[in-house]
T-cell receptor, first 114, second 118 residues
Framework: DTGVSQNPRHKITKRGQNVTFRCDPISEHNRLYWYRQTLGQGPEFLTYFQNEAQLEKSRLLSDRFSAERPKGSFSTLEIQRTEQGDSAMYLC????????????FGSGTRLTVV | AQTVTQSQPEMSVQEAETVTLSCTYDTSESNYYLFWYKQPPSRQMILVIRQEAYKQQNATENRFSVNFQKAAKSFSLKISDSQLGDTAMYFCAFMKTILTGGGNKLTFGTGTQLKVEL
C-alpha cells in the first residue's frame, strides 16, 4: 500500500465547466475526508465518509459540490459549474477510525479555474 | 465552534538550533486531541506529533516535543537540533472527541512557515 493517492495532481479548467477528482485511501482505512486549502491558509473541512456513508458536510460545500464513496473504497469529489473562487488545493485524507487518530493525507489536487 | 490560532506566519532558525512554534486554541470541551502537521513544499502533509488533552504528560517524538498548557489553551511545538529537512509549513490542528460529535474532523490553524538555514 503506497498511501493515499489523488488524481489528477493538477487541473486547469474554464469557468463554468465541471471537474471531478478522485481519491484512493489506504485500503484498511474506513474514514475518508476531503479538505480545501487556499494559499496562505490551513485546510478547511469539506466532508467525510465512514465506509460508504457521508456523515458530515461543511457549509462550505455548496450545492455545486458533491462527493461520493461507492462501496466504501475510493471517493470522488465533483464540482459543477466551476467558479474562480473554487481555485484551491483539494486534499483527501484517510484514517482508521481510531478515536483521535491522525490522518494520512494525499498529495492533493490543485485546481485552477480560469 | 473551535478555533486554532498560529500567530507566527514565518520563522527561521539556524541548523542545529532549537525553535518553538506557537499555537493557541479555543474550545469549551474538556477532552480533545491536538496535532502538529508538517507540509513540506509541494509535498503531502505529514503528522508530526499528537497530544491527548486528558494526558498531563507532554508528547515527544524524537526531536519534536510539545508544551501543552491546557488551562492556557496553548500547544507549542519545539523542534530540537533543527535540520534542513524541517523546512516546511507547520499546522496546528484540533479534534473533538467522537462522543462530542467530533467525527475525527480536524480544525487547522493558518500555519507557520519555518525555514531552517545553514
Amino acid at each position: 500500500d503506497t498511501g493515499v493517492s489523488q488524481n489528477p495532481r493538477h487541473k486547469i479548467t474554464k469557468r463554468g465547466q465541471n471537474v471531478t477528482f478522485r481519491c484512493d485511501p489506504i485500503s484498511e482505512h474506513n474514514r475518508l475526508y476531503w479538505y480545501r486549502q487556499t494559499l496562505g491558509q490551513g485546510p478547511e473541512f469539506l466532508t467525510y465518509f465512514q465506509n460508504e456513508a457521508q456523515l458530515e458536510k461543511s457549509r462550505l460545500l455548496s450545492d455545486r459540490f458533491s462527493a461520493e464513496r461507492p462501496k466504501g473504497s475510493f471517493s470522488t469529489l465533483e464540482i459543477q459549474r466551476t467558479e474562480q473562487g473554487d481555485s484551491a488545493m483539494y486534499l483527501c485524507a484517510s484514517s482508521g477510525g481510531r478515536e483521535g487518530g491522525g490522518y494520512t493525507f494525499g498529495s492533493g489536487t490543485r485546481l485552477t479555474v480560469v | 465552534a473551535q478555533t486554532v490560532t498560529q500567530s507566527q506566519p514565518e520563522m527561521s532558525v539556524q541548523e542545529a538550533e532549537t525553535v518553538t512554534l506557537s499555537c493557541t486554541y479555543d474550545t469549551s470541551e474538556s477532552n480533545y486531541y491536538l496535532f502538529w502537521y508538517k507540509q513540506p513544499p509541494s509535498r503531502q502533509m505529514i503528522l508530526v506529533i499528537r497530544q491527548e488533552a486528558y494526558k498531563q504528560q507532554n508528547a515527544t517524538e524524537n526531536r519534536f516535543s510539545v508544551n501543552f498548557q491546557k488551562a492556557a489553551k496553548s500547544f507549542s511545538l519545539k523542534i530540537s537540533d533543527s535540520q534542513l529537512g524541517d523546512t516546511a509549513m507547520y499546522f496546528c490542528a484540533f479534534m473533538k472527541t467522537i462522543l462530542t460529535g467530533g467525527g475525527n474532523k480536524l480544525t487547522f490553524g493558518t500555519g507557520t512557515q519555518l525555514k531552517v538555514e545553514l
